[in-house]
């Protein structure tokens, strides 16, 4: 069993994704070849799989860049939370075991193994789903969370596009709440932080696999049909990056479906619902600001840290003479979203100058 799950969880995340994302692509493309009796062409396969508009635009320069960025740093902006997994577990294990010191533990057997991933899971998809769910309501969160909202078109990349500091409060929430799991788990059942950490991780792997992950930041709308009761289907995240008014704040989960139909934010697209993705009231062009270092690192943190003078002390943006950014965008054009869903893919309406409202800080979501 042990050898079975460290094969499993070894087995390389590159492969899994790419071959999860050509995979659809191909079958797709081969489906539509038959569907509509057209010739073979490479070209046309290649176009289906990776749209040629996709490769020359910023946003999927930007996916690339903050790829490789994350791959170095991402260890430094982690480490909170695991220190956060291992300090709640271990305070929970020994809280138990002083409480209940004539317990024995109870020993693990496949059974139990398979019922703790299941509730692990839940747990971090639980923490996950606070998590995002607030990123969208509160606007020093927002700020951070839009940088990931700002890519136009999807491609697996853009999974890891997003500011690195949600890696420290997601991965702080997440190592709370999973952590007291897993301090149960090791004072029940006898088992050590490894192990119980590892059983996190083997879920979200193997739900990575059924909900089709990869696809999640594609262009290929695929349902899980009946799953979608409970998992987070590629169609249902693509839906989450709409700004398309009826698609605002909706589908928060990563893999478990399970929390947005419970609290309402579940939404289920028809076949063929178009997603326009992007920020509700940024026109494409500003969201270009997002694709430089600056204005996906730096400018996010200014805007977080001005929210927050803003909650704290709100008359600091009244006293005459203080200085006001320019507004982030504009809360009026998020009308024209509705209509932008019949035409997806065409320029949205131009953003005239308005003065900055107190809402266009905090946003709508995208
Ligand atoms: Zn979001
Ligand atoms: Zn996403």
Redesign the pocket.
Same mark, same amino acid.
């Given at each position: 069993m042990e050898n079975l799950q460290t094969y499993f969880l070894n087995f390389p995340q590159f492969a899994v994704t790419w071959g999860i994302f050509f995979g659809a692509g191909l079958l797709s493309f081969f489906f539509l070849l038959w569907r509509d009796r057209s010739d073979f062409s490479f070209r046309e396969m290649f176009e289906h799989c990776v749209p040629f508009n996709v490769l020359t635009s910023k946003s999927f320069h930007m996916d690339v860049i903050i790829y490789v960025w994350r791959k170095l740093t991402d260890l430094v902006f982690v480490a909170p939370g695991l220190a956060a997994t291992a300090l709640v577990s271990s305070a929970t294990d020994f809280g138990l075991r002083s409480v209940f010191a004539d317990f024995s533990p109870l020993g693990i057997n496949y059974v139990v193994t398979f019922a703790c991933t299941i509730v692990m899971l839940i747990a971090a998809e639980f923490a996950d789903y606070l998590v995002h769910y607030l990123e969208h309501k509160v606007p020093a969160l927002w700020e951070l969370h839009k940088v %990931? &909202?700002s890519a136009d078109f999807?491609n697996p990349l853009?999974?890891k596009r997003g500011h690195s500091f949600p890696l420290v409060y997601g991965g702080i929430a997440a190592g709370v709440i999973t952590g007291t799991f897993a301090g149960l788990f090791m004072f029940l059942f006898g088992i050590s932080l490894v192990e119980a950490v590892a059983l996190r991780a083997v879920a979200s792997k193997i739900f990575t696999i059924w909900t089709l992950d990869p696809l999640? &930041?594609s262009h290929i709308p695929v349902s899980l049909g009946w799953f979608d009761r409970f998992l987070i289907s590629p169609h249902m &995240?693509q839906i %989450? %990056?709409s700004k398309v008014e009826r698609h605002w704040d909706k589908n928060f989960g990563t893999n478990l479906s399970i929390f947005d139909w419970m609290f309402g934010t579940g939404y289920r697209p028809e076949r063929g619902e178009k997603a326009v993705f992007g920020i509700s009231g940024y026109s494409n062009a500003s969201l270009q600001k997002f694709n430089t270092f600056k204005g996906a690192y730096f400018d996010p943190v200014m805007r977080s840290w001005k929210a927050i003078v803003a909650q704290v002390r709100p008359d600091v943006h009244a006293k005459p003479g203080a200085k006001q950014d320019p507004p982030t965008f504009i809360i009026e054009t998020q009308k024209r979203t509705e209509q932008g869903a019949e035409t997806a893919g065409s320029a949205p309406a131009a953003i005239g100058p308005r003065p900055p409202s107190p809402a266009s800080n905090s946003g709508t979501i995208g």
């Open positions: %990931h &909202h999807l853009t999974s999640k &930041h &995240h %989450h %990056h």
